[in-house]
């Protein structure tokens, strides 16, 4: 069993402030993925980082897998109350059929 | 709208009822993931076809709970004789590569 560990659990922030979660691990990924569920919704994909060192961008979220592939964050600038969620950091091990989740962070984005 | 499509959305059954969840993948996408989630959790894995092939099945699955794809289209759960720690979200999945999974909104299993 590949173990995903997200920190912090919980993270509740001004709007406007930066914040970023970790998700790291002892095992090698294949590839990572970001998604970010609502209550009572399924996750939605937000990114998947494949190449060690890789970053994405996607408006104020950025995306980082290092170098080792085994860890990941995620960063988001000038954070919005639109961006209150759980989000879930998940990844396929090499010859791995299934995607193991992480626990997930709880973002609270205040207005 | 051809996103991942799960029914019930909700369902509330006594203990020891059985239940069956469906799944209607996106269109073309021959994997197919059946994953639950509870209060707090990340989604946990319990079973992946590919077309109609069941290629993989979690320790979590049980004997109570079985999972087909018949025709390698849209999928069922069912869990036989329910018990109060079944319930939970069950989400289904599904994607055309590994890579790109996509989600359907949950059923929620509420056992009583």
């Known amino acids: 069993t590949q173990l995903l560990e997200q920190s912090p659990q919980f993270l509740s922030i001004q709007e406007g402030e930066n914040l970023t979660v970790y998700c790291n691990s002892s095992?090698?990924?294949?590839?990572l993925q970001w998604y970010r569920q609502e209550p009572g919704e399924g996750p939605v994909l937000l990114v998947t980082?494949?190449?060690?060192?890789e970053v994405k961008k996607l408006k104020r979220l950025t995306f980082q897998f290092g170098d080792a592939r085994k860890d990941s964050s995620l960063h988001i600038t000038a954070a919005q109350p639109g961006d209150t969620g759980l989000y879930l950091c998940a990844g396929f091990g090499s010859n791995d059929y299934k995607l193991s989740f992480g626990a997930g962070t709880t973002v609270t984005v205040r207005a | 709208d051809t996103g991942v499509s799960q029914d019930p959305r909700h369902k509330i059954t006594k203990r020891g009822q059985n239940v069956t969840f469906r799944c209607d993948p996106i269109s073309e996408h021959n994997r197919l993931y059946w994953y639950r989630q509870t209060l707090g959790q990340g989604p946990e894995f319990l079973t992946y076809f590919q077309n109609e092939a069941q290629l993989e099945k979690s320790r979590l699955l049980s004997d109570r709970f079985s999972a087909e794809r018949p025709k390698g289209s849209f999928s069922t759960l069912e869990i036989q004789r329910t018990e109060q720690g079944d319930s939970a979200m069950y989400l289904c999945?599904?994607?055309?590569?590994?890579?790109?999974?996509?989600f359907g909104e949950g059923s929620w299993l509420t056992v009583v």
């Open positions: 095992s090698v990924f294949s590839s």
């Open positions: 999945a599904s994607s055309r590569d590994r890579e790109t999974i996509y």
């Open positions: 980082v494949v190449t060690g060192g």
